[in-house]
């Protein structure tokens, strides 16, 4: 059973376009919900987290929204570039409340980002 | 170097042999994990452990060993590598919230 619920599976977009990563999760005792990025080759990086307290937070051309009623919770990158083309996972994580620091993770997103 | 590293970065064995990949850490962080990457599973959590001496199963386990007698050392072995082993292992640790994962390890069982 998968916790969260990642798409689209893959995105391609224009340099300078603003692609969209969707996720949703199920169990609302989850308090923090991250985004890693990932370049062939290397490990899954941190890339910008939000808690439930707000409802979105922005840094640099990444903007996560947040939506608590809906369980709902997206990546926006703004004026995207070639070197953005990588794979992004969401997560979710009882944050401090939960005893394992374990992550639940989306499927991932591969993004192209074409120039 | 400080951060995390594993190996060997590459490994090619052959079905039955046992394989142990390797992760150190110098950050002293308490918890450490080990995923796979497989294209359409993402990533999954093989086994994780809250500090030295104690680890708890993922979400696939089976066929997979773990130990952890000292911090920074989280080692993972795979006793009788199956062709289903086949993947991309990657090892994490974390303070708080956030993961810091190793390059990885590509193994192939053939």
């Known amino acids: 059973q998968q916790q969260v619920k990642q798409s689209p599976q893959s995105l391609i977009v224009q340099k300078g376009g603003i692609p969209i990563i969707n996720c949703a999760y199920e169990n609302t005792a989850f308090d923090y919900f991250p985004w890693y990025q990932q370049f062939p080759g290397k490990g899954p990086a941190l890339l910008i987290a939000i808690r439930p307290d707000v409802s979105e937070k922005k840094e640099g051309r990444f903007t996560i929204s947040f939506n608590k009623s809906a369980k709902q919770f997206s990546l926006h990158i703004m004026d995207s570039q070639p070197g953005d083309s990588a794979t992004y996972f969401c997560a979710a994580s009882l944050g401090n409340a939960g005893n394992n620091r374990k992550l639940i993770w989306g499927l991932g997103t591969s993004l192209a980002v074409n120039p | 170097d400080a951060g995390i590293t594993q190996s060997p970065r590459y490994k090619i064995t052959e079905t039955g042999r046992q394989v142990t990949l390797m992760c150190h850490q110098t950050w002293s962080h308490s918890y450490m994990f080990w995923y796979r990457q497989d294209l359409g599973h993402g990533l999954r959590l093989i086994y994780y452990?809250?500090?030295?001496?104690?680890?708890d199963k993922g979400e696939v386990p089976d066929g997979y060993v773990v130990s952890r007698s000292k911090t920074e050392n989280f080692p993972l072995t795979l006793e009788s590598a199956t062709r289903s082993q086949t993947s991309v292992y990657f090892c994490a640790s974390s303070s708080y919230n956030e993961q810091f994962f190793g390059p990885g390890t590509r193994l192939t069982v053939l």
């Open positions: 452990s809250a500090a030295a001496d104690i680890t």
